[in-house]
Each structure stands twice: as structure tokens, then as C-alpha cells.
């Protein structure tokens, strides 16, 4: 029973952490574009860049 007096305040205060923690995240700006990172990776540029001809490096 006397853990009760150590566990809820505890619990209380991982509450609060997470609530604040939440709220920072909307307020900077965290979860405004959700879908851009899946567009990103589809439309993702593989082709390498072009070669540097030997005559170019000094």
C-alpha cells in the first residue's frame, strides 16, 4: 500500500512530461505536412550525377 504514495505521483508527473512534450510538438510545427515524407521517398531521385571527366581535376 505504501508504494501507492511513490507510484501515482510518479505517474502524475510522466503525464505531465508527455502532455508538454505533446504540446511543444503541435505548437513547432511537428505534424503539419504528414504525407510530404511518403511522397518524398516515392519520388525519390536515384540516377547518379554525372561524372567529372578526368581532364577537368587540375
Not at 33 to 39: H, Q, T
Amino acid at each position: 500500500m505504501e508504494i501507492l504514495y511513490l507510484l501515482i505521483p510518479l505517474s502524475l508527473v510522466l503525464v505531465l512530461v508527455v502532455g508538454v512534450t505533446f504540446w511543444w510538438a503541435v505548437k513547432a510545427g511537428q505534424f503539419e505536412d504528414l504525407e510530404g515524407p511518403a511522397y518524398r521517398v516515392v519520388m525519390d531521385d536515384d540516377t547518379p550525377p554525372p561524372a567529372i571527366p578526368p581532364s577537368a581535376n587540375h
